[in-house]
């Protein structure tokens, strides 16, 4: 998600998904309008955010008095009280909000939060739990898995392309994925060309379909 600058972001509900999200917003320089009816996280969140409200968002006159109209996003990270999350998305598409970010606890929450206005909808524990299976195997350091079944992964770089130049190695080619980027010990990351040698240790950034970094990572 990207914010414009001229305009703040509005996020209603500041559980640990969108207190996160708050958070990271602001430290990358946005204005966040965090929002939550409870008034501990509202008093948690006071000195972190632009501004912080306790309000209850699925009232449109509420939303109205917030000045919905001056937001370029809204967040919903409502995930607990499914009635609370589909009545504040609903509030803010009838307001004309045209951007807005909506966390699901199910298939059937999601379908419903696109129904009726939601423009993307996210599965943060769902991510997180796929992401955690994945890096158990220890081969993997790091994985972003998208919905293609197509992922980005860092990983030590497998023993049969050390001290290789990628054109050699031909990772590509032999295992259909490709190196991204590749970070040496004490060194920052460089991009991956043709004549980048592999040292062991090295620890690269890949991409590809999932079951082919999966097997890339345990030749």
Known sequence: MSADKRKPVLVVGLGRFGGAVARTLNSMGSEVLGVDSDPHLVQEYAADL?????ADCTDGETLKQLGVSDFEAAVV????????SVLTVLALADLGLTNIWAKASNAKHARILERIGATHVVFPEQRMGERVAHLLNER???FIAFDDEFAIARLCAPEPIVGLPLITSACRKKYDVTVVGVKRTGQAFIHA??????FPHDELVVSGRIKDIERFSSI
């Open 50 to 54: 632009t501004k912080v409200v306790e």
């Open 140 to 142: 993997l350091l790091d």
């Open 193 to 198: 060309v043709p004549d980048t040698i592999i």
């Open 77 to 84: 990270a409502i995930g607990t009280d499914i009635e609370a």
